[in-house]
């Protein structure tokens, strides 16, 4: 059961503080305009794709992913959602916060620490 927990952790980790950090790397994406669907599509594609600010943290956050579908693969799923997509949640507010975005209210941090205690007892 702990290498299922360290999974889901890893992964919420991956998944949670990528967040703002894709978020800020696809700055910049909104001053592109073309004429066409499909030209927008792709100027918006390669600024993305060839923006390292953008490709690491996708990548990071992917990888997330694998470490999730691994960890699932032996794990109960009805445990595992929930663990991991809450405590993503709460990297993400870390993430942000640490990069400069908004700090959490004292109403959002109560939130995340009884998060963070609901899982404690999931796992427990």
Not at 67 to 92: E, K, R
Request: aromatic content about 10%; overall charge positive.
């Amino acid at each position: 059961m702990l290498e299922h927990g360290m999974g889901f952790i890893l992964t919420a980790i991956c998944w949670g503080l990528t967040n703002p950090f894709i978020k800020r790397g696809s700055e910049g994406i909104e001053k592109i305009k073309k004429d066409t669907w499909l030209a927008q599509t792709l100027a918006e594609a390669w600024f993305l794709f060839t923006s390292w600010k953008y490709i690491l943290p996708l990548a990071i956050n992917l990888s997330g992913s694998a470490v999730y579908y691994y960890t699932l693969s032996s794990a109960d799923i009805t445990i595992a959602v929930p663990i991991t997509n809450s405590l993503a949640l709460v990297f993400t507010v870390l993430g942000g916060t640490l990069i400069g975005e908004k700090r959490p209210t004292r109403k959002e941090i109560i939130g995340m620490l009884c998060i963070v205690l609901g899982v404690g007892l999931c796992v427990t």
